[in-house]
């Protein structure tokens, strides 16, 4: 049976740092649940209620359409090692895009990357945990180089006309706001 938190305490907070990996789910009132794993180091902890991810370039972009219209969003995290633990955090999230005023300091938590389209600000009202036990054991690798180096190629130009291309749109067709004025 999972417990229930109002905040992330030391030990959620440490358990967190701990993983190399985490998933973010959102949802539009219609239309299709998104589920997307993250790495890198994309993500902190500001604080027992306050979540900052950023979101580099992908194929798609359905958590910003989905914020857009409806403003939930769940991030989970997963140990794939000898402590056996779900936990997943709750709450609402602000889109911060490269165009916004508050973009340079929240971006400034995170290595610079031509790759960041946005950063999400969560507001955490609800924290869970359960037992994981049935989660396999993963050894860390090491995290990819592939985005980098596509980013890389491609250059902060190359990479903003890909968003012009693939990126304004969620798969169900909502606007996701990344190139709006």
Known sequence: ???????LDKRLQDFIEAQHMFFVATAAPEGRVNISPKGMDSLRVLGPNRILWRNVTG???ETAGHLLQLNRMTVMWCSFTT????LRAFGTART???RDADWDTLNGHFPPSDGARQIYDMAVDLVQTSCGYA???FEFAGDRDTLQKWTDDRGADGV?????ERN???IDG???GILDP
């Not at 903003?160 to 012009?164: E, Q, S, T």
């Open 174 to 176: 909502a606007p996701t």
């Open 59 to 61: 194929s798609g972009n």
């Open 96 to 98: 911060i895009h490269p």
């Open 160 to 164: 903003r006309r890909y968003w012009a």
């Open 83 to 86: 402590r056996p633990m779900i």
């Open 168 to 170: 304004t749109q969620t």
């Open 135 to 137: 989660v396999p054991f």
């Open 1 to 7: 049976m999972g417990k229930q938190f109002p905040r």
